[in-house]
């Protein structure tokens, strides 16, 4: 799969020139949680545009969901369709479109917050490589080989295959047309799985076209047996793809096939398209894959509209609307095109970034990923085996350390900076001899207070639940911050436990909404701050955060200056590459 790689990165670079018709995507759609986060995207694809580092002549846009409830990838999917439509009417039906959800705010990898997931940096490429230009590139194949219509995805998920040197995805069946690929029973649970019609084909392939039965949304393993979704590998060795582990099953092991992207024809769009007109507004959230597939196939049941364990927030009026959508598509085929020889990664969490760009050496050797991309190094950053390092668009200065299993990105560490295992760095600048800790997140963001700029970082522990929250003042107890006591850490920093402590709705607490977060006048003072807030924690000393101005995440988000943001990571650009034109010192 390295060789497939290296085929579609080189041929999306030759991409950044106008296409021809039917060469790539008519339109590319990215959905967006609110304005705030539309507005981020459209500058970082104006500067991808102006620097030519995506092909041209594509028609890109940016979605907004409506403001009020969440409402799911399948609200958003719905949201898309009508805004095609406004723009171009009746055109569309001739036009195939890719469709990257990319709204949200990433608690889980909270460095994607503010400029979106689908723009998280890779080690790899001169500028570097965003996830925007990586679908493209493993999506390269499919608008020539595709009836008019929308392929869905999502902005942190990565699909690799091998399938024959003349063969190709096709999405060419009417309804809708899912990938598919083997995984572990364990991965099952969290993904969606298929139940295929019976092959006649006894020898496996690497690339099938199979119709689908039913489709399962995070089914118990239980339920994977009892509605014959179980496959027996035999002498075939899928892999294990819920990280993208290269290790074969046991012989006679079982597994079962996962979902990733889908595609939906022109009509069956139209369809969904009529519905959301018909209904007027969501105020539910509604799943693309869970409410949308499992809607499919003969073997369809209503039985999955009454189940809620996977929304975040149960609606009074949910279970209608899944069942109203059931019946709309009820008897629309699901057609699944099986890649026996492929791999699934996801990198939307902390823990799936930093294994992923620090000890996968499979995802590695696949994509051509490298320890150190496009910075500026004047140290020796040692390799080691298994886990190593990433540096990621920064520059670092003599003397610095950055330990195995930490990540570095888009930022500036003065001489002699120390970076623990296991860290999370972004957009960050951090003075000479500074200590960050091990199992450390530090994320700077530009915010427009009244005018003003100024910065504030997030900080820490890679490990903390962000979306974890509780009802009441006396339950904060037991929020956890750097594997301490939320409670605890609040008297460390001479801080009061009061409404006034939290941002947004007093209906639930969490670290999300807690104001603890310095607001300075410089990002490395904002980086010291925050420092001395973990380190306080770490070694159950007193740091009076009292008198100073403070935030949370949440309103961080709201007050970001993303033109500062993306100015700052321009200046570390044009710092490398002026570094890069002096040869007697090293860029890599």
């Known amino acids: 799969m390295g060789l497939w790689a290296t085929k579609r990165r080189s041929t999306l670079k ?123 590139a493993m999506y390269i194949d499919f608008p020539s080989h595709m009836n008019p219509g929308i392929v869905v995805t999502c902005a942190d ?7 024959g040197e003349f063969e190709y995805i096709r999405f060419d069946k009417p309804g809708f047309t899912a990938l598919a690929h083997p995984s572990s029973l364990t991965v099952g649970t969290t993904h969606g799985v298929f139940v295929l019609d019976p092959s006649n084909d006894k020898k496996q392939r690497d690339l099938e076209y199979r119709c689908c039965h039913c489709f399962l ?53 139209k369809k969904l398209l009529a519905f959301y007109e018909e209904i007027g507004t969501l105020s539910c959230e509604i799943d693309a894959y869970g409410d949308f597939l499992q809607a499919l196939g003969p073997g369809a049941t209503m039985e999955y509209t009454t189940n809620a364990s996977n929304v975040t927030k149960e609606e009074s009026n949910l279970v209608d609307m899944r069942q109203r959508i059931f019946h709309l598509l009820k008897g629309t085929s699901l057609n699944v095109i099986v890649l026996n020889n492929s791999k699934f990664y996801h990198i939307g969490t902390t823990e799936e970034y930093l294994f992923h760009f620090t000890s996968d050496s499979n995802l590695k050797l696949e994509l051509g990923l490298q320890s150190v991309a496009f910075s500026s190094i004047l140290s020796d950053i040692p390799e080691h085996s298994g886990k190593t390092s990433c540096v990621i668009h920064s520059i670092l200065d003599s003397g610095c350390s950055v330990a195995p299993g930490s990540v570095v990105e888009y930022s500036r560490l003065g001489p002699d900076v120390s970076i623990g295992a296991n860290c999370i760095v972004s957009y960050s600048s951090i003075i000479p001899n500074a200590v960050v800790p091990a199992y450390s997140f530090l994320y700077s963001l530009s915010l427009k207070t009244d005018e003003h700029l100024k910065y504030s970082t997030m900080a820490f522990g890679v490990q903390d639940n962000l979306k974890n ?39 639930q607490f969490s670290l999300w909404t807690a104001r603890i977060f310095p607001v300075c006048s410089s990002v490395s003072e904002s980086v010291t701050t925050s420092l001395k807030m973990l380190n306080a924690v770490k070694s159950n000393s007193s740091f ?5 101005q403070l935030i949370s995440i949440e309103e961080m988000l709201v007050c970001k200056d993303v033109e500062d943001m993306i100015a700052y ?20």
């Open 569 to 588: 990571r321009e200046k570390i650009y044009l710092e490398i590459n002026l570094i890069k034109n002096k040869p007697h010192l090293e860029i890599c």
């Open 14 to 136: 030759g991409k950044s020139k106008p296409v021809g018709a039917g060469e790539f995507w008519d339109i590319v759609v990215l959905t967006a949680a609110d304005e705030k986060q539309a507005l981020a995207y459209r500058q970082q694809l104006s500067e991808k545009l102006k620097r030519k580092e995506l092909p041209l002549g594509v028609q890109y846009h940016v979605f907004v969901d409506p403001a009020g409830p969440k409402i799911g990838n399948g609200g958003s999917t719905l949201c898309a369709l009508r805004c095609l439509d406004k723009l171009y009417e009746d055109k569309w039906n001739s036009f195939t479109i890719l469709l990257i959800h990319s709204g949200g705010y990433s608690q889980r990898l909270p460095s994607a917050s503010a400029l979106g997931k689908i723009f998280t940096a890779l080690p790899f490429g001169n500028p570097i490589y965003q996830m925007l230009e990586l679908k493209l």
């Open 217 to 269: 949304h995070k089914p118990s393993i239980e339920k994977m047996h009892q509605l014959n979704a179980v496959c027996r590998s035999g002498n075939f060795c899928p892999q294990d793809l819920a990280r993208g582990d290269a290790v074969c099953l046991e012989l006679d092991s079982e597994y079962v096939y996962t979902d990733s992207l889908f595609y939906m024809d022109y009509h069956s769009a």
């Open 544 to 548: 009076n955060l009292s008198s100073h």
């Open 157 to 163: 998920d990565i699909e690799l295959y091998s399938i």
């Open 469 to 507: 929250n509780v009802k009441t003042l006396l339950d904060i107890k037991s929020l956890q911050f750097f594997g301490v006591s939320f409670l605890s850490c609040l008297e460390s920093w001479n801080l009061k436990v009061t409404d006034k402590l939290f941002s947004g709705s007093k209906a």
